[in-house]
């Protein structure tokens, strides 16, 4: 069965640059060939993501529009050609395929049962491969624009550590984007805004998050308006990890 996307804003989005290189810089350091991203949308991360020594790439996207979109960029050769992808969700997989690295990029808040979904998720990822969500954080900043895209829910860092799948240890969880907090704040309480705009968009990644990078990390990464965990699959029993 495949699914259509509600939201619109994934083009927006796109044109952030600047976020997509810093959520870059602490994932890339986590991803092994191959690659399984779930939920790929239009492919945006993948040229910031991506490494010449990666083989397979795969983008898992069940809305049909967005897949033939991703298609049509490889074509183009506008993603790498290493790229390739599957019009579906996890259940589309073949039980042996194994993967590196499983990404959830601003993806596992539009899924109803999330726990369900990382611990199929991890029946994909080889042993020692990474599994990294990036996602929307604190339930209090729930808006109209989290309500228009699909998402069921945000994060906050406890809630996000809770979902360890099984036979996977957390390596990381970091909070992101302290100044963005601050924009999320305002549109939930005061412009209530269905969806942000280009201007919107372009200041939020041109001015905020370059603030953000210097603040995130004088804070420790204890504060944000996204947050993202890291497990490593192991072989045993899982174990704690790290949560910075």
């Not at 601050?182 to 939930?188: I, K, T, V, Y």
């Amino acid at each position: 069965m495949t699914l259509c996307y509600p939201g619109g804003e994934l083009e927006l989005f796109a044109a952030a640059t600047n976020w997509k290189r810093y959520v870059a810089t602490l994932v890339a350091p986590y991803v092994a060939s191959p690659v399984l991203e779930v939920g790929a949308g239009i492919g945006a991360h993948v040229p910031f993501l991506f490494k010449p020594v990666i083989e397979d790439w795969c983008c898992l996207e069940p809305d049909r529009r967005l897949a033939s979109h991703i298609a049509d960029r490889i074509a183009h050769r506008e993603l790498p050609a290493a790229c390739r992808v599957v019009n579906g969700t996890l259940d589309h997989l073949d039980a042996s395929d194994l993967f590196g690295t499983v990404l959830y990029l601003d993806v596992l808040e539009h899924i109803d049962d999330d726990r369900a979904e990382l611990a199929r998720a991890t029946t994909h990822l080889a042993d020692g491969g990474s599994l990294i969500v990036l996602a929307p954080a604190h339930q209090f900043l729930f808006s109209e624009f989290d309500r228009a895209i699909g998402h069921y829910r945000r994060y906050g860092a406890e809630a996000l550590r809770s979902l360890a799948p099984p036979q996977c240890r957390l390596v990381c969880c970091r909070m992101l984007d302290a100044a963005g907090f601050f924009l999320s704040l305002g549109n939930r309480v005061l412009l209530r805004s269905a969806s942000p705009s280009p201007q919107q968009i372009a200041f939020w990644d041109k001015a905020v998050v370059p603030l953000s990078r210097v603040l995130d990390r004088c804070l420790g990464y204890r504060f944000g308006k996204s947050v993202l965990a890291v497990w490593t699959k192991t072989s045993g029993p899982a174990t704690g990890g790290s949560t910075q």
